[in-house]
């Protein structure tokens, strides 16, 4: 029996021309990555800028929603455990989202931006969205599992990332 592999699926070596498939190829995260940074910092800003959400009591706050969704969430200790200082967990939810967001966007510590945001997007899900019925209808699931490429890939492209890794190489390089 004789087995054959199928050559023209595999990206081409760097002394031949590539096509521009392949080219378009290792790109193709890169509209994940913008998507996940602009909305994680605008979620972010958003939080910090809003004056209703930064409190422990009132129509629109911290306090009040995770009071409200203690008993329906998967884990209502997580919920107590915020709602002991529900301004200070506000203000780390969205400090964390808008360093998620940065990192992800520049490409700075891509993989550990994608693990916060997958577990940001984890903790949300378990507490404020674990009650939508159907399950597919509270957005948190989703964000979790749009983390999963990012936080496997990292930013290998038009990243902060890869121009430091780019001097590393250089550096290392000419120390030969």
Known sequence: MTHSFRTDTHAP???????????????????????????????????LTDSAFMKDSGSGSIGDMMRSVRDSSAIPALVDLSLKNPVGFGYAIALGELAVGIGTLLGILARLAALGGALISLS????????????????DLPYMFCWVPLLLAGAPYWSLDALIRGRRHQRSESAW
């Open 124 to 139: 949300l899900w378990l507490t404020v969205s674990w009650a939508s019925d159907p399950y597919y209808y509270g957005n």
């Open 13 to 47: 070596y760097y002394d031949e021309q590539r096509s521009w498939r392949d080219s378009i190829s290792q790109y193709a995260l890169l509209p994940l990555r913008i998507f996940l940074g602009v909305t994680f910092i605008y979620a972010g800003l958003d939080k």
